[in-house]
């Protein structure tokens, strides 16, 4: 047991110290923390900034405990798993993890296992495995799904979570979640550890991450319990802060229950220096391209050593690298990097960055996390950041020494993106992070996690419930809900029992439940995962004969819908033009010199998060703060104020006119797209019935625009805007909407309902689902509406695609404060959101409009 | 399909007042339904293809829960179907089941449902690729193909030119574009010699019009039919997209 006054040297073996000592380097005391954590077997959450030593002072326990074990006589076992969000990541850690073992001559094997992985590599780890595995959350419900799970995992002390902030908030995290619990119950000793360098708040990641004891279990499995004695650790004189986390009753209400993460945190690094650029041009109107300052950006390029270019579209990273090209007249070595890029040019990419070779890469999320190129000096942001916290974890890309700031410059696209832009830069310097709120687990996901139980051994019904709760996300769990997902899981949960003869897993003699047989197991095994990818289609230069010749990346279907045979567009950093389309290929002939046409950008996927959106509203009111933007954005907000208002930063602007035939309504929520959409759908329903004969609607990420045929400065807002909205004409429009749809069918596969994956198939795209899950809904909405994939969809629908918890919010928030401006023209805030007009597709209205759309076309085909 | 040269063709066309769209097919008049069914006013008979009743079951016995009510709801939208047009004669176009075992997998209510659709009236089992033998138990006649008033009504097309055929097996669907987009939907495709009929049942997919499959059984670019919620609507080959 370490003693709370520990020095370095008593936590350090002198093999240890030594490797620090040859390179110059001091243990810091986070990294010190943790080994104390880990000689009291406590679990831990490591909050450090990038460039802090993060991953070492999560690898170091497990090093020197197995450098310190005795010379094994049996076979060896696993001892300590890592788990990465990236693919990649892992990778890279493999890698970086192989120096401290090489140098110090460790007997320590540490492998990555990826679905890159080879097979005989896989097959190899699974007889054989190695002391270290760092993979996935998919490869670890893979494993979780075989059988002899137990035995693989019973020797296992400690799992490590990296970049834990990326991981909970979904259902990867709920997938994640069950399977640490299930590695739990395997391995009495496991330690769990969370890294993390931005988090907002550690109880939402402590309470997700901890084993929580579910009421039934006994006192003595309790642990961390009160009086624990020495297993406390103290905090220490490292400077290292150990925040010990007594035992509590968790969040839930029942009581009785607890749980014991210790919140370790690095000392903070240098704060990071943001600006914002303010542009020697105009700032634009609206937009998302920030075309207008290219070349300010390429200047900025020009004096720095190597700087990452973020935006937030695919389409965004193509426009910028074309532009910058255009400028680059230094032909500097900047690169293109997005998740529609085929894999080996990623790759390359890589390569070159690591090899120093790049001046600058243009990318997307893809290059948020993870994997360390030290050289980078400069992070640009091009276009509205959304969120602090992405833009910490951002900014973090640049320079990993700790000492050092990093340096960031926000390159706003529009008048709006100036707003977000200075908020967001204020948030960072006040060290404000906006985070996910915890979530509760999917039902889908638990039926997932049921069936790769029963893959891996036969269960009890009850012993699973209870170790299904001790997972953050599952702790109230009812078990009326649990008998409802193993039911579905064993028939399909329907209400009509014809499938009794058919079932996944039944019930033995002993009382357990198993899987039906080993081809049902495989087929489960071969379509785990709680990630649902659109369809893609592979992007490939036409051959002759229409064949498809060679692949140059991905587009997810629908990208190129806007685009006709014969028009060219940018794509993987050159001009291309669409030949055709066939089953699975885009086929694309370079057009090198022609002008691109540029399809529907579709947004940003990110919603300006809620605690920007209301720093974006207190800055637009206080007039004193102006003086920090840019002269036409400030010109912008005078004139909207003289001509219309400024609301409270409590208040929502809403503004009517007429503007040649139409009458427009635009309000100002700052609630991000997605909430708008949503509201806007519910808008025109109310409108419709109120007689105003609404005719379309277009949103933004701060505003949205009703317009319609009939005036509507006379309406009640306060009965247009109240929150019985979310009732009846949500459950309405939701269920006729093409959301549901699309919830559906990721329910569908995560749920085990529909299979992506055949044995001896495979898997060339996510078209090759069987079965149109339209249907399956349709029908299944008809015959049983309460089924649980229906009430799955539901939820899914409601957060992850249409946000209305953040809409229920924002209605409480703007009762009473409605701010209704009726003026004779239109607005300069209106500005922004009309010129989207046209340019946005809706794909809520389609269906039914499409079709008579074309029905006319035929009739004026027929005339010609 | 690309052979073909998408020019204009007028068609005889006509929206009726119920969404359907009334059109020619040689020499005999056809109502092309919501539904998916083709009602012949004249011979006072209702056609529907591709039931694939009991598709739902043939998943569930290889593991694939899908909810078992396609089989209830094909029969219920068949049955309110009668309900209206009071046919005197019912034909099922083939692939009436998904398999030759659907029929003793059949739940009794839903049997029920068949032998009420030949009472008082002449129920054809045209039989298909998946139901090749027809019924075993249900009521009804059975049938490789069947003539009617000039028409020719069999399962699967056959090539070349073939006036006056109704057929289904191919499942067509429409992907209609626009500027706003485009939408995927089941639908009758004909160029006023033969039509292809959509699925009829709740669980059968489509295949696009513009695949290889529908090359070369038109002669000259063909409309489609495609079934919306409260009407079918006509749209021409250039309106069309691959999936």
Known sequence: MADSAAPAADLLPPRFADWFAQRGWSPRAHQLAMIKQARAGRDALLIAPTGGGKTLAGFLPSLIQLAERPPANGPKSLHTLYISPLKALAVDVERNLGAPILQMGLPVIAESRTGDTGISRRQRQRVKPPDILLTTPEQLA?????????????????????????????????????????IATF??????????????????????MACHEAPSQLPSLLRGGVGGGGASPEPTNHGAIAELTPPRPALSPQGGEGYS?????????????????????????????????????????????????????????????????????????????????????RRKVEAAMARGELRAVVCTSTLDLGIDWGDVDLVIQLASPKGASRMVQRIGRANHRLDEPSRAIFVPANRFEMLECQAAREAIAENKLDGDPPRVGALDVLAQHVMGCACSEPFDLLSLYDEIRTAGPYRDLTWEDFEQVVDFVSTGGYALKTYDRFRRIVKGQDGLWRVRNPQTAQRHRMNVGAIVSPAVLSVRIAMRGGRGG???????????????????????????????????????????????????????????????????????????????LPGDVREWLEAQRDRSVIPRDDEMLLETFARGKRQFMVCYPFEGRLAHTTLAMLLTRRLERAGAAPLGFVCNDYALAVWALNPMDRLDFATLFDEDMLGDDLEAWLAESFMMKRAFKGCAIISGL???????????????????????????????????LLRCARDDAATGLIDVARLGQMLARIRGRIRHAPLAHLSPFSVPILLEIGKERSPGQAGEMILREAAEDLIAEAMQ | MNDVTPRPFAYAY???????????????QAMLRCSGALWLAAERTLVVADLHLEKGSSYAARGQMLPPYDTRETLR???????????????????????????????????????????????????????????????????????????????????????????????????????????????????????????FGAYAGGLNVRDAAFAGLFARAPIVGAVGASRVHAVGWRSLAGD
């Open chain 1, 261 to 345: 993460i210790d919140l370790i945190r690095g000392p903070p690094g240098a704060a990071p220096i943001v600006e914002v650029l303010l542009s020697q041009g105009r700032v634009p109107w609206s937009g998302h391209t920030a075309q207008h300052a290219m070349a300010e950006v390429y200047d900025v390029i020009r004096k720095t050593r190597t700087a990452l270019v973020f935006v937030n579209t695919r389409f965004q990273a193509e426009f910028a690298f074309q532009e910058l090209w255009k400028l680059n007249d230094d032909n500097l070595p900047i690169a293109l990097h997005h998740g529609s890029l085929a894999a080996e040019q």
């Open chain 2, 77 to 199: 939208r068949l049955a309110a179907e009668v309900e209206i047009l009071a046919p005197t004669m019912v034909i099922l176009l083939g692939d009436t089941f998904h398999d030759r075992a659907s029929e003793d997998r059949l739940a009794v209510q839903d049997a029920d449902s068949l032998r009420a659709l030949a009472r008082g009236r002449t129920l054809v089992w045209v039989v298909g690729n998946h139901d090749a033998d027809g019924p075993r138990a249900l009521p009804g006649d059975i049938a490789d193909e069947l003539t009617l008033h000039g028409l020719v009504l069999r399962h699967e097309p056959r090539a070349g030119p073939q006036p006056g055929e109704i057929s289904g097996h191919l499942h067509p669907a429409a992907r209609v574009k626009a500027t706003r987009g485009s939408v995927r939907r089941r639908c009758f495709i004909t160029d006023a010699e033969r039509m292809i009929l959509p699925a």
């Open chain 1, 187 to 208: 391995a009495p000793r496991l330690r769990r550890v969370g890294l993390s360098a931005t988090v907002d708040d550690p109880e939402v990641i402590k309470a997700w």
């Open chain 1, 550 to 628: 060679r692949k140059i990346g991905e587009v997810e279907e629908g990208m190129l819908e806007m685009l006709e045979p014969g028009e060219t567009f940018v794509f993987a950093g050159q001009v291309w033009r669409l030949t055709g389309v066939t089953n699975l290929d885009v086929l694309v002939q370079p057009a090198p010199g022609a002008d691109p046409k540029m399809p529907s950008w579709g947004g940003s996927k990110f919603a300006l998060s809620t605690y920007l959106a209301q720093r974006v509203r207190q800055l637009m009111c206080d007039q004193d703060h102006w003086t920090v």
């Open chain 2, 14 to 28: 006509a929206q009726a007042a119920c969404g359907s769209l009334l059109t020619e097919i040689g020499a005999a």
């Open chain 1, 754 to 788: 529909i299979e992506r994956r055949f044995p001896g198939e495979p898997q060339k795209s996510g078209r090759q689902i069987t079965f149109s899950t339209d249907l399956i809904y349709d029908v299944l909405r008809r015959h049983q509406p309460d089924h649980l």
């Open chain 1, 142 to 182: 893979l494993l979780c799904a075989w059988e002899g799970a137990r035995l693989y995992f019973e020797n296992l002390e400690c799992v490590i979570l990296d970049e834990i902030h990326t991981l909970h908030a979904s259902k990867r995290g709920d997938l994640l979640a069950l399977d640490l619990a299930r």
